[in-house]
């Protein structure tokens, strides 16, 4: 099994304390860095029930997501070699499918910030959120379709209209509790959002929820879900349950 259960590297200087995967019974573990930068857990799970849980203390400003609305978009011939990836197709976004629609419904918008902030709206607005619609197997397209899905399917849509449109945007996972908002009688804390490269910079945008957000815990990114997997596994295997949370502790 790989797991991405460790705190992205752009977050461990804030953590008080330390930031261990604890399996049970337990086995030996090797880590590694992926070719996204992503800290990964890998070791041989023994046949019958294991258990994984990571938990840790991390300090935040307590500030929303970043906002810049003068933010601009660039030429393609003009962004970073490294951003380049992200605008090309992925598994999960099939850029080759949405790029007419994309075109179509957002070409007259103004490039950068406007442009990426209407693709949010609209994705946030076409799909109706619930626990109950996931599917490992959705795309960007067959959630443009089908017009139900989880965080993910939000992300891996809103992802794939702005590579359509050239904006460079990645996939990313991580802690997100209810801080500033009312609180979740069903709190699932692990959630999908992702980065678009506009103004110069990595800006983070939330299609589900659709408003900055206090509190966010980077894990892991990528160019969609099957880079950024809670656990992959290499063999047959049962998921018993799961569970995920995130509470405030003020200082």
Known sequence: MIAHLSIHESRVPDLAGSDKLAIHPPVSVSQYRDGFGNKVSRFVAPAGQIRLSADMLIDDPGTPDLCVPDARQHEISDLPDETLRFVLGSRYCETDRMVEIAWARFGPVIGGWNRVQAICAFTHEHIKFGYHF?????TA???YQERVGVCRDFAHLAVTL???MNIPARYCTGYLGD???PKDPAPMDFSAW???YIGGQW?????????PRIGRVLVARGMDAADTAITTHFG????????????EVQA
């Open 203 to 211: 800006l983070t945008f939330d299609a589900r929820h659709n408003i």
């Open 194 to 196: 992702f980065e678009a």
């Open 134 to 138: 996931a599917r490992n197997t959705r």
């Open 236 to 247: 047959a295997h049962t998921l018993d349950g799961f569970r995920v949370w995130t509470d």
């Open 179 to 181: 801080i500033g908002v």
């Open 162 to 164: 702005c590579r359509c």
């Open 141 to 143: 397209f067959e959630a």
